[in-house]
């Protein structure tokens, strides 16, 4: 990972806007994003609208008040992107850890269009759940629907009772359904110790994060989630078995017991 400075925030974002004032060139508006957390988020990572990729990260700096200021720029001709009305949040990794990025969505059209150094407040917003449900449906097809659809259930039910998930237990749901729906895009391949390690760690986070989540939010993903997770698990133990390494599923069991038993 890209090294992080510390300096004081009381300049931390003067020095900021004037490094953004003196280095951006005439084909890019530079701005800076203030973010309470990061998620892995790198220097040289896109900045997207819309799904198209329209600048990148510059710089992060991270503030001794325990935020972080992300310089971004973006080409001239999405400027109308970034308005007064734009909402700045963090994508979160795909499958293979990559694919963070800073999103740019507008909550309506019109606004002013941010000027060049302008600081402005961002997120790791809610939208973690959205992602996953979206990657999902693109490949509903290999994904029979089933894990999806509980997602969507715990969608709804946690914004019918005003529930949110937390950032961090969102992305382990993120990396955990996106490693899976990977391992079933190729019914046939079996996945390699690295990716089933790198799906161990996902249920390791999650794990950690579901014994931090408040009650209410465990139950709903104990009866909404964990049915099909825990059948997904069970396919890619059947799909180990048959080349004699279901032993890799030993350390994703322990945690997945702690789940059950909290």
């Given amino acids: 990972m ?6 004081p925030a009381a300049i931390c974002s003067l020095l900021l806007v004037l490094f953004t004032v003196t280095a951006c060139s005439d084909d890019t508006l ?6 309470p957390e990061i998620a892995g988020l790198q220097q040289n990572d896109p900045v997207v609208f819309e799904g198209s990729n329209i600048g990148q990260v510059e710089k992060i700096v991270y503030t001794d008040t ?3 200021l992300v310089e971004i720029t973006i080409a001239r001709e999405f ?6 009305y734009t909402l700045f949040s963090i994508r979160p990794a795909g499958v293979d850890g990559k694919d963070r990025a800073v999103l740019l969505v507008q ?3 019109g606004g002013e269009v941010l000027k060049e150094g302008s600081i402005v407040e961002g997120s790791v917003r809610s939208g973690y759940l959205e992602q996953i449900i979206g990657e999902l449906q693109k490949k509903a097809g290999a994904a029979e629907g089933e894990l999806r659809r509980a997602l969507e259930e715990l969608q709804k039910s946690l914004e019918e ?8 237990l969102q992305q382990a749901l993120a990396d955990i359904s996106l490693h899976l729906q990977s391992f079933k895009e190729d019914m046939k391949k079996v996945p390699d110790s690295q990716e089933v390690q790198r799906l161990e760690e996902s249920i390791r986070r999650f794990a950690d994060e579901f014994n931090r ?6 139950s709903h993903i104990r009866e909404e989630v964990l049915p ?9 133990r059947e799909k180990l078995k048959r080349e004699n390494r279901q032993d890799e599923m030993e350390e994703i069991d322990r945690q997945m017991d702690k789940v059950i038993m909290v």
């Fill in 2 to 7: 890209k090294k992080l400075y510390m300096i």
């Fill in 30 to 35: 530079g701005i800076t994003v203030r973010f």
């Fill in 66 to 68: 325990g935020n972080y």
């Fill in 79 to 84: 400027v109308n992107a970034a308005t007064a």
């Fill in 107 to 109: 909550e309506k059209a």
């Fill in 161 to 168: 009772a005003s529930w949110r998930l937390g950032s961090g």
């Fill in 213 to 218: 989540a408040q009650e209410d939010v465990r």
């Fill in 228 to 236: 099909e997770l825990q059948r997904e698990l069970e396919q890619l």
